[in-house]
């Protein structure tokens, strides 16, 4: 079994359009994260959640919109794709976010 | 706030020389520290890990790391590279309190020649 799974692997998508991510951890872990890797393999934190309850929200557009159904569950919507939103995105999970972070295999997003 | 450094952005090492990839951090507490590694294609993988006691740590596939709090570094080191370590390479920092989520330094590529 997948620690921490996300879904798609790839996208591949035209400006404008509306695109999300799915990412589930079966480890129990009370938190988790969306971060973005850049061209560059630079990783920045976007969010993070601690029992479904939003505790990190950095300088990310507000074309970005995490949802955490349950503590397992974080998904990634964003809205009106533009050519820079081209990364990698990971989804991680960790207990007590002050820990080991686990992350899925990455979504690598291409905006054309 | 806590920040990474990793001065050595590219190193190629020969298969089956010794490997040191350096890490400096600022926190203004002893941090917790990682080294993670990712794989073309692949997500991260947790190599090691410091949170308190000795400060010389061991982790996966023959690496171990050591804490310095005088220098603030935690390097990273193998004894002899294989062909498969070739990767690249990130140092992370975690802190007790306040934000709850890692910050990573920008990344060390290891190429491995044979």
């Known amino acids: 079994d997948t620690a921490v799974s996300q879904t798609p692997k790839y996208l591949v998508t035209q400006m404008g359009n509306d695109k999300s991510i799915k990412c589930e951890q079966n480890l129990g872990h009370d938190t988790m994260y969306w971060y973005k890797q850049d061209s560059k393999k630079f990783l920045k934190i976007m969010f993070s959640y601690n029992n479904k309850e939003l505790i990190i929200n950095e300088t990310v557009p507000n074309r970005f919109s995490p949802k955490s159904p349950d503590k397992a569950h974080l998904n990634l919507h964003i809205n009106s794709l533009e050519l820079g939103d081209s990364a990698v995105y990971f989804c991680?999970?960790?207990?007590?976010?002050?820990?080991?972070?686990?992350f899925g295999q990455g979504t690598r997003l291409t905006v054309v | 706030a806590q920040s990474v450094t990793q001065p050595d952005i590219h190193i190629t090492v020969s298969e089956g020389a010794s490997l040191e990839l350096r890490c400096n951090y600022s926190?203004?507490?002893?941090?917790?520290l990682f080294w993670y590694v990712q794989s073309p294609g692949q997500g991260l993988q947790l190599l090691l890990k410091?949170?308190?006691?000795?400060?010389l740590v061991q982790g996966i596939k023959g690496f171990e790391a050591e804490f310095k709090r005088s220098q603030s570094s935690f390097n990273l080191r193998k004894p002899s590279v294989h062909w498969s370590d070739a990767a690249e390479y990130f140092c992370?920092?975690?802190?007790?309190?306040?934000?709850?989520?890692?910050?990573f330094g920008s990344g060390t590529r290891l190429q491995v020649q044979p």
């Open positions: 992370a920092v975690g802190t007790h309190t306040g934000r709850r989520a890692l910050t």
């Open positions: 410091y949170f308190s006691g000795d400060t």
């Open positions: 991680a999970s960790s207990q007590g976010g002050q820990g080991e972070a686990f």
């Open positions: 926190y203004g507490a002893t941090p917790y």
